[in-house]
């Protein structure tokens, strides 16, 4: 069982907006800067968000991050069907003295 | 541009050793700034974080692996290493190694693609 909770999966349609939660505690997303990584099957995970909410070069202006106390989200505007990954959530847990990364959700586009 | 390429025994009976290597090349393996890590995936799951190693040889390690595992840095090779002992079907998986950019919250910016180990007599 993840120590970041986030949904399952999560669908849309083209042009849309999705947003992917990604649930923690004081020790982690509370206290640590969050990060978000997108995962096409039978690839390697590539970094979308780091430190919440800033963008690595290349990643469009369309993903964004954000942080609310021990919760954090990525949102996807205008949906495209090159979208359709696996994202996942990371931080630091400070009682664990460990990253963890989040259960994983799929983003379908329908 | 900076790449990483892992490899290793792809498979591991159980009970034995699993050693990995990862590769680097394309950028400085000793820059500042910089950490590394290693990864894995069990088949058809999600990410699970192994350990950090830092440029001082300082570790950090999963605790529910700690007592098996160990990463180490060879710096005259620009490669880093993994060790984990006594392994079961539950190692199975994709191990992953990536870079850790310390100024990025400690974000895993690159990745190598993954190498499949699997535990199986």
């Known amino acids: 069982q993840s120590v970041l909770t986030q949904p399952p999966s999560v669908s849309g349609t083209p042009g849309q907006r999705v947003t992917i939660s990604c649930s923690g505690s004081s020790s982690n997303i509370g206290s640590n800067s969050v990060k978000w990584y997108q995962q096409v099957p039978g690839t390697a995970p590539k970094l979308l968000i780091y430190?919440?909410?800033q963008r690595p070069s290349g990643v469009p202006d369309r993903i964004s991050g954000s942080n609310s106390g021990t919760s954090a989200s990525l949102a996807i505007s205008g949906l495209q069907s090159e979208d359709e990954s696996h994202y996942y959530c990371?931080?630091?847990?400070?009682?664990?003295?460990?990253?963890?990364f989040g259960s994983g959700t799929e983003v379908t586009v329908l | 541009q900076l790449q990483l390429q892992e490899s290793g025994s792809g498979l591991v009976k159980p009970s034995q050793t699993l050693s990995l290597t990862c590769a680097v090349s394309?950028?400085?393996?000793?820059?500042?700034?910089?950490?590394w890590s290693w990864i894995r995936q069990p088949p058809g799951k999600g990410l699970e974080w192994i350990g950090y190693?830092?440029?001082?040889?300082?570790?950090y390690y999963s605790p529910s692996l700690k007592t098996r595992v160990t990463m180490s840095l060879e710096g005259s090779k620009n490669q880093l290493s993994l060790t984990l002992r006594s392994v079961t079907a539950a190692d199975t998986a994709v191990y992953f190694c990536?870079?850790?950019?310390?100024?990025?919250?400690?974000?895993?910016?690159?990745w190598g693609q993954g190498t499949m180990v699997i535990v199986s007599s």
């Open positions: 990536a870079r850790v950019n310390l100024e990025m919250g400690r974000a895993l910016d690159t």
């Open positions: 990371e931080a630091w847990d400070d009682t664990l003295s460990a990253s963890v």
């Open positions: 430190n919440n909410n």
């Open positions: 190693i830092y440029q001082s040889g300082t570790t």
């Open positions: 394309g950028g400085s393996f000793k820059s500042g700034g910089y950490s």
